[in-house]
């Protein structure tokens, strides 16, 4: 991608600790992946997920290219449907893996049961590539609000599990290709 400097100080999170600091006003950036509306930045002292409500601070990042790239990704064009979680699930991205989570064979289990209150009750099953990897629960919730978000939920829930441990072989075809292991 490229680089570019940032236009006023913004809020990001540090990768992969998963702190929360602030990035510097006119700091320089390299921009590494915009995907699932979020950008993943490189600066001299290292690598950084800055929120899509964040991303105006980044000067020349085509926000609207940003916008419909996350919503192409997030969307499947209906209603409340099992398929639908699935898509917003494939909205989201591990910020230093430029595959979703989906594909990337994070999420183990999907569990889709109607509310007491009406609508339904989405429980998700993920885990990570890493079991030190502080991005968890930033991934986690990214998930959450995308499964959230659409229509007819009502509640949503995503567990971060271990078991089985996470490896390499339970990528899917689709995310080998995309890293190019295919």
Known sequence: MSTTRLLEDVPATAIPAG?????AAGESVHIVQTLGGNVTVRADHGLFR???ADAGAIAGLDLEKLDREAGA????GGGFSE????DALKGCFDPE?????????????LDIDASPAGGQRVDVKMTLTA???????VIAED???RVAALPGVTEARVHIVWDPQWTPQMISEAGRR?????
């Open 19 to 23: 702190t929360t600091t602030t990035l």
């Open 50 to 52: 800055i929120a899509r």
């Open 73 to 76: 990704a997030a969307t499947s």
């Open 83 to 86: 398929q639908a979680v699935w």
């Open 97 to 109: 893996i430029p595959v979703n989570i989906v594909d990337l064979g994070l999420v183990y289990d």
């Open 131 to 137: 079991p030190g990897c502080g991005m968890g629960p």
């Open 143 to 145: 998930a959450r609000q």
């Open 178 to 182: 995309q890293l190019g292991i295919a």
